[in-house]
C-alpha cells in the first residue's frame, strides 16, 4: 500500500487472497465480500486490514504465504532484518528490503521500540546521524530461535524465504551489537534504558513474623481468606504467596498461571506495579482492564504471563464469549478486597463458575484460592451466630476452608500498624431554616407530580415504586428512589399514545429534579448556603429550558430569596476547622489528612470553602478533591492519571488534605496520615476499618464529624460482632 505496488495485483489475486484469509477465520464472510467488492487493490488490501480479527495473531502469516502464492514475483530474493547500509543505495520497492529503525530515537539503533523501514529510507538525511563519521557499522541482528518468543513465527518467515539463513543463531545467549565507532569510541548501547530497568535485580521481599504467619495456610496449597488491618501489607504477603507457588512449579504439571483480581483499574494499576516490582526475572506479569486495547486477548497473553491482574470483568467476559474453558487454566487466583465475593458482585460470578466446574467436571484441577480483605463484613447481623452466618457465607463463596489472622505475632502487628485514637463529635441540623423549608415545598409539589404521572402511564411497577417514597427528603435513601423512579421510567418502551410518551418523559425530568434537590439538602447541613446554591444552579443548567415549562413551573429557582439572606455561616463548619487546626494544623506542616465524605457534591463544595476560608491555616493545607473514575469528568469523576498526580502531590506533602469519596476508603495506596475525617458518613463494618486504617502514623487520629443518626450508626457499628 505504501508505495502503490498492492494496485499491480490482479483484482483475481486479490480475490484469492481474500478466500484463503476467510478460510483461516481472520476475517468475517461479510467483510470478505466487502474486500471482494472495492475496486483498487490498495483499496481492498486496507478494508482487509481494517476486518482482521485481533483475536488471531497469525494473520501477517497467513497473508504473507497467500501473497507469495499468487505474486511471488513481488518478493525480491534480498528481504533480510538487518542494520546494514549498502555503500550505494540502489533504487528499490518499499516492501523489497525490510531495515530495524528505532521510532523514539533515530541516533539510537538499539532501543527496545522499533519499526520496519526500507534501505531508501534510512538513506535520508533526516534518518542519519548528525555526525556523518556515526554511520552505524555493518552489523546485524541475530535471531535466536531457541530464545526468542516468537521463535515459531521467525522460522516460518524463515521458510518462506523471507529471511536469510545467516540471521538465526541458535546459541543460548544473543547480544544485538549495533555499535558506531568513531576514534574506537562506542557510541551506541545494546540496551535501552527500559531493557537495562527490566534487567535490574528485584528488590528482596522481606517479611515480618507476622506476615509470615499470615502466609501459612496458603503456602500449604489451602484455600484461605487473609485478614489483616489496612497497612499491615497484605499486599506483600500475597506477592510472597505467589512467588512461591510460581517457584514450586513441577516438571510433570501444566505452567503455572496466576491471576490476582482488583476491583477498579486504578487498584489493579496499584497492584500490577507492586508485583512487578518484587516478583523477579523471568517472572513476566502483565495487566488488563477494560481500558485496556488488549482487554479481550487473556487467551493469548496466557502462555507468555505468568501473572495477570486484571478487574474480574476481564475473565467474566472471555468466559461469555468462550474464549477461555474454564477457570482451570490458573493455578492460583487472588481476591484484593475478598469480602465482595457476595450476591450479585463480579467475584461471586467468576466463583460461580469455580464451583459449578468443581461439580459438574470433577477432572478440572480448579486453582487454589487466596482472598485479601481488611474484614469481612456482617452485614445486617446483631447476634453472634449471625455474624459467624454471615462469615461462613463468604468463605463458601470463595470456597475457601480457612481465614489466615495474627495471633502469634500480634503485637508486632499492634506496633506496626498502629491503631488510632477515635473520636466522635456530633453535628446540628439546620431543620428550621428558611432555604430548607423552601426545598421542601418545592420537593413536595414535584412528589405531587410525578405520582400523577405515574398513575398516567398505567404501569404497576411505576405505581408500586412511586409509592415507597422514603420519608426523609435528605436521607440517601431518598436519593437511591429518585434514582430508581429515573430508570424504571428509561425502560418503558416508546407507546403509540403520546400522552404515555409524554408522562414518562416528565417522570425522568422530575426525578432528576428531587435527586439534585436531595443532595442539596444533605449538603446544606455540611457547608455555606453559597456552595449549595453552587450546586443547583450547575444541576438546573444541564436540563434543559423547555423540560423546566413542562412541569408547569413546578421547579422554580430559590435563588433570590437565599441570596436576600446575609448569614452565610454554617456552626458545622466551625467544627471542622476547629478539628483540622488541633489535630492537623498544630501538628506541624509535615502532618496529612483526609476528610471523607458521601457525595462528589460535598467534595466540591468542602474544598472549595477550605481554599477560600479567611483561615490562611486552612488555605495552606491546600485540599484537593479525590473521588473515583467511575463517574465521568462532567460528573465530578477523576481520571486514574489524575488520581496518581494527586496522590504523588499528597505524597511530597505539596497537597495536605484530600476531600474523598469513598474511593479512598477501599485499597488505593493512599500515604499513612496524621488525621482521618469522617464528615457525616459512614458505611459498614468494612469501609469502618478501612477509613480507620488510613490514619496510621504513630499518634494519629480518627474523627467523626457527624449527625446524632450517623454517630448511632457508628456506634452500633462497633457493637456488631467480631
Same mark, same amino acid.
Given at each position: 500500500?505504501?508505495?502503490?505496488?498492492?494496485?499491480?495485483?490482479?483484482?483475481?489475486?486479490?480475490?484469492?487472497?481474500?478466500?484463503?484469509?476467510?478460510?483461516?477465520?481472520?476475517?468475517?464472510?461479510?467483510?470478505?465480500?466487502?474486500?471482494?467488492?472495492?475496486?483498487?487493490?490498495?483499496?481492498?488490501?486496507?478494508?482487509?486490514?481494517?476486518?482482521? &480479527?485481533?483475536?488471531?495473531?497469525?494473520?501477517?502469516?497467513?497473508?504473507?504465504?497467500?501473497?507469495?502464492?499468487?505474486?511471488?514475483?513481488?518478493?525480491?530474493?534480498?528481504?533480510?532484518?538487518?542494520?546494514?547500509?549498502? @555503500?550505494?543505495?540502489?533504487?528499490?520497492?518499499?516492501?523489497?528490503?525490510?531495515?530495524?529503525?528505532?521510532?523514539?530515537?533515530?541516533?539510537?539503533?538499539?532501543?527496545?521500540?522499533?519499526?520496519?523501514?526500507?534501505?531508501?529510507?534510512?538513506?535520508?538525511?533526516?534518518?542519519?546521524?548528525?555526525?556523518?563519521?556515526?554511520?552505524?557499522?555493518?552489523?546485524?541482528?541475530?535471531?535466536?530461535?531457541?530464545?526468542?518468543?516468537?521463535?515459531?513465527?521467525?522460522?516460518?518467515?524463515?521458510?518462506?524465504?523471507?529471511?536469510?539463513?545467516?540471521?538465526?543463531?541458535?546459541?543460548? !545467549?544473543?547480544? $544485538?551489537?549495533?555499535?558506531?565507532?568513531?576514534?574506537?569510541?562506542?557510541?551506541?548501547?545494546?540496551?535501552?534504558?527500559?531493557?537495562?530497568?527490566?534487567?535490574?535485580?528485584?528488590?528482596?521481599?522481606?517479611?515480618?513474623?507476622?506476615?509470615?504467619?499470615?502466609?501459612?495456610?496458603?503456602?500449604?496449597?489451602?484455600?484461605?481468606?487473609?485478614?489483616?488491618?489496612?497497612?499491615?501489607?497484605?499486599?506483600?504477603?500475597?506477592?510472597?504467596?505467589?512467588?512461591?507457588?510460581?517457584?514450586?512449579?513441577?516438571?510433570?504439571? /501444566?505452567?503455572?498461571?496466576?491471576?490476582?483480581?482488583?476491583?477498579?483499574?486504578?487498584?489493579?494499576?496499584? $497492584?500490577?506495579?507492586?508485583?512487578?516490582?518484587?516478583? /523477579?526475572?523471568?517472572? !513476566?506479569?502483565?495487566?488488563?482492564?477494560?481500558?485496556?486495547?488488549?482487554?479481550?486477548?487473556?487467551?493469548?497473553?496466557?502462555?507468555?504471563?505468568?501473572?495477570?491482574?486484571?478487574?474480574?470483568?476481564?475473565?467474566?467476559?472471555?468466559?461469555?464469549? #468462550?474464549?477461555?474453558?474454564?477457570?482451570?487454566?490458573?493455578?492460583?487466583?487472588?481476591?484484593?478486597?475478598?469480602?465482595?465475593?457476595?450476591?450479585?458482585?463480579?467475584?461471586?460470578?467468576?466463583?460461580?463458575?469455580?464451583?459449578?466446574?468443581?461439580?459438574?467436571?470433577?477432572?478440572?484441577?480448579?486453582? !487454589?484460592?487466596?482472598?485479601?480483605?481488611?474484614?469481612?463484613?456482617?452485614?445486617?447481623?446483631?447476634?453472634?451466630?449471625?455474624?459467624?452466618?454471615?462469615?461462613?457465607?463468604?468463605?463458601?463463596?470463595?470456597?475457601?476452608?480457612?481465614?489466615?489472622?495474627?495471633?502469634?505475632?500480634?503485637?508486632?502487628?499492634?506496633?506496626?500498624? /498502629?491503631?488510632?485514637?477515635?473520636?466522635?463529635?456530633?453535628?446540628?441540623?439546620?431543620?428550621?431554616?428558611?432555604?430548607?423549608?423552601?426545598?421542601?415545598?418545592?420537593?413536595?409539589?414535584?412528589?405531587?407530580?410525578?405520582?400523577?404521572?405515574? !398513575?398516567?402511564?398505567?404501569?404497576?411497577?411505576?405505581?408500586?415504586?412511586?409509592?415507597?417514597?422514603?420519608?426523609?427528603?435528605?436521607?440517601?435513601?431518598?436519593?437511591?428512589?429518585?434514582?430508581?423512579?429515573?430508570?424504571?421510567?428509561?425502560?418503558?418502551?416508546?407507546?403509540?399514545?403520546?400522552?404515555?410518551?409524554?408522562?414518562?418523559?416528565?417522570?425522568?425530568?422530575?426525578?432528576?429534579?428531587?435527586?439534585?434537590?436531595?443532595?442539596?439538602?444533605?449538603?446544606?447541613?455540611?457547608?455555606?448556603?453559597?456552595?449549595?446554591?453552587?450546586?443547583?444552579?450547575?444541576?438546573?443548567?444541564?436540563?434543559?429550558?423547555?423540560?423546566?415549562?413542562?412541569?408547569?413551573?413546578?421547579?422554580?429557582?430559590?435563588?433570590?430569596?437565599?441570596?436576600?439572606?446575609?448569614?452565610?455561616?454554617?456552626?458545622?463548619?466551625?467544627?471542622?476547622?476547629?478539628?483540622?487546626?488541633?489535630?492537623?494544623?498544630? #501538628?506541624?506542616?509535615?502532618?496529612?489528612?483526609?476528610?471523607?465524605?458521601?457525595?462528589?457534591?460535598?467534595?466540591?463544595?468542602?474544598?472549595?470553602?477550605?481554599? &477560600?476560608?479567611?483561615?490562611?491555616?486552612? &488555605?495552606?493545607?491546600?485540599?484537593?478533591?479525590?473521588?473515583?473514575?467511575?463517574?465521568?469528568?462532567?460528573?465530578?469523576?477523576?481520571? $486514574?492519571?489524575?488520581?496518581?498526580?494527586?496522590?504523588?502531590?499528597?505524597?511530597?506533602?505539596?497537597?495536605?488534605?484530600?476531600?474523598?469519596?469513598?474511593?479512598?476508603? @477501599?485499597?488505593?495506596?493512599?500515604? @499513612?496520615?496524621?488525621?482521618?475525617?469522617?464528615?457525616?458518613?459512614?458505611?459498614?463494618?468494612?469501609?469502618?476499618?478501612?477509613?480507620?486504617?488510613?490514619?496510621?502514623?504513630?499518634?494519629?487520629?480518627?474523627?467523626?464529624?457527624?449527625?446524632?443518626?450517623?454517630?448511632? #450508626?457508628?456506634?452500633?457499628?462497633?457493637?456488631?460482632?467480631?
Amino acid at each position: 500500500m505504501v508505495n502503490g505496488s498492492s494496485d499491480e495485483i490482479s483484482k483475481e489475486h486479490w480475490g484469492a487472497i481474500i478466500d484463503e484469509i476467510y478460510d483461516n477465520k481472520i476475517i468475517p464472510q461479510v467483510d470478505c465480500e466487502r474486500c471482494k467488492n472495492e475496486l483498487k487493490g490498495s483499496e481492498i488490501c486496507l478494508q482487509m486490514i481494517r476486518s482482521i &480479527r485481533r483475536q488471531k495473531p497469525d494473520w501477517p502469516l497467513v497473508f504473507l504465504r497467500a501473497l507469495k502464492k499468487r505474486c511471488p514475483n513481488i518478493f525480491t530474493p534480498n528481504i533480510i532484518i538487518s542494520t546494514k547500509l549498502p @555503500e550505494e543505495t540502489p533504487k528499490i520497492d518499499a516492501i523489497s528490503e525490510i531495515q530495524w529503525q528505532d521510532d523514539n530515537n533515530r541516533n539510537s539503533l538499539a532501543s527496545d521500540t522499533f519499526m520496519f523501514s526500507t534501505f531508501s529510507e534510512i538513506s535520508d538525511s533526516s534518518f542519519l546521524p548528525i555526525n556523518e563519521n556515526e554511520r552505524p557499522s555493518s552489523t546485524y541482528v541475530k535471531i535466536n530461535l531457541q530464545e526468542d518468543k516468537n521463535a515459531e513465527t521467525w522460522s516460518q518467515l524463515k521458510d518462506m524465504g523471507l529471511i536469510d539463513n545467516k540471521y538465526f543463531t541458535t546459541e543460548t !545467549q544473543v547480544k $544485538q551489537s549495533i555499535t558506531t565507532q568513531t576514534s574506537g569510541e562506542t557510541f551506541f548501547s545494546d540496551e535501552s534504558d527500559s531493557e537495562k530497568e527490566e534487567e535490574k535485580e528485584s528488590p528482596k521481599l522481606s517479611l515480618r513474623k507476622y506476615q509470615e504467619e499470615l502466609a501459612v495456610n496458603a503456602l500449604k496449597g489451602r484455600n484461605t481468606i487473609i485478614c489483616a488491618p489496612t497497612g499491615s501489607g497484605k499486599t506483600r504477603v500475597a506477592t510472597h504467596i505467589i512467588l512461591e507457588h510460581l517457584q514450586q512449579q513441577k516438571d510433570n504439571e /501444566p505452567k503455572r498461571k496466576v491471576a490476582f483480581f482488583a476491583r477498579t483499574v486504578p487498584l489493579v494499576m496499584q $497492584q500490577f506495579k507492586s508485583l512487578k516490582k518484587y516478583l /523477579p526475572q523471568p517472572f !513476566q506479569v502483565t495487566n488488563l482492564t477494560g481500558d485496556s486495547e488488549d482487554s479481550m486477548h487473556l487467551h493469548m497473553m496466557l502462555p507468555d504471563n505468568d501473572v495477570i491482574v486484571m478487574t474480574p470483568r476481564i475473565l467474566e467476559n472471555h468466559f461469555k464469549r #468462550k474464549c477461555l474453558p474454564h477457570l482451570g487454566v490458573f493455578s492460583m487466583l487472588v481476591f484484593d478486597e475478598c469480602h465482595h465475593t457476595r450476591k450479585g458482585e463480579p467475584y461471586n460470578k467468576l466463583m460461580y463458575n469455580y464451583l459449578k466446574t468443581k461439580t459438574t467436571n470433577p477432572d478440572v484441577k480448579l486453582p !487454589q484460592i487466596v482472598g485479601l480483605t481488611a474484614s469481612i463484613s456482617v452485614e445486617k447481623a446483631v447476634q453472634d451466630e449471625e455474624a459467624i452466618q454471615c462469615i461462613l457465607k463468604v468463605c463458601g463463596n470463595l470456597d475457601a476452608e480457612s481465614i489466615s489472622i495474627v495471633k502469634k505475632y500480634e503485637e508486632e502487628l499492634k506496633a506496626t500498624v /498502629p491503631v488510632p485514637e477515635e473520636k466522635m463529635i456530633e453535628l446540628v441540623e439546620r431543620e428550621n431554616d428558611r432555604a430548607v423549608t423552601q426545598i421542601i415545598k418545592v420537593m413536595a409539589k414535584l412528589e405531587d407530580k410525578i405520582a400523577f404521572y405515574g !398513575q398516567e402511564t398505567n404501569r404497576p411497577e411505576m405505581i408500586s415504586s412511586i409509592s415507597k417514597m422514603p420519608m426523609d427528603r435528605k436521607s440517601q435513601q431518598y436519593g437511591q428512589w429518585a434514582v430508581t423512579i429515573k430508570n424504571i421510567a428509561k425502560s418503558i418502551p416508546r407507546n403509540e399514545v403520546k400522552e404515555t410518551n409524554l408522562s414518562v418523559r416528565y417522570i425522568i425530568i422530575i426525578a432528576d429534579y428531587l435527586a439534585a434537590y436531595n443532595v442539596a439538602l444533605e449538603t446544606h447541613d455540611l457547608v455555606q448556603l453559597g456552595d449549595v446554591l453552587h450546586y443547583l444552579e450547575g444541576c438546573f443548567i444541564k436540563y434543559r429550558l423547555n423540560e423546566k415549562r413542562q412541569i408547569n413551573g413546578c421547579v422554580i429557582s430559590i435563588k433570590e430569596m437565599l441570596e436576600k439572606r446575609k448569614d452565610n455561616q454554617n456552626p458545622n463548619l466551625q467544627k471542622l476547622q476547629d478539628t483540622l487546626k488541633t489535630y492537623l494544623i498544630d #501538628k506541624g506542616e509535615k502532618s496529612c489528612g483526609i476528610i471523607f465524605v458521601r457525595t462528589r457534591a460535598l467534595t466540591d463544595a468542602l474544598t472549595s470553602w477550605l481554599n &477560600r476560608c479567611e483561615d490562611e491555616g486552612l &488555605r495552606k493545607l491546600k485540599a484537593t478533591v479525590f473521588t473515583g473514575t467511575a463517574a465521568s469528568v462532567d460528573q465530578g469523576g477523576l481520571t $486514574q492519571t489524575e488520581q496518581e498526580e494527586i496522590i504523588q502531590r499528597f505524597k511530597t506533602g505539596e497537597v495536605r488534605l484530600l476531600v474523598a469519596t469513598s474511593v479512598g476508603e @477501599e485499597g488505593l495506596d493512599i500515604p @499513612e496520615c496524621n488525621l482521618v475525617i469522617k464528615y457525616n458518613h459512614v458505611g459498614n463494618e468494612v469501609t469502618t476499618v478501612q477509613t480507620r486504617g488510613r490514619s496510621r502514623k504513630i499518634g494519629g487520629m480518627s474523627v467523626l464529624l457527624g449527625m446524632k443518626r450517623i454517630i448511632t #450508626k457508628e456506634k452500633l457499628i462497633k457493637k456488631k460482632p467480631k
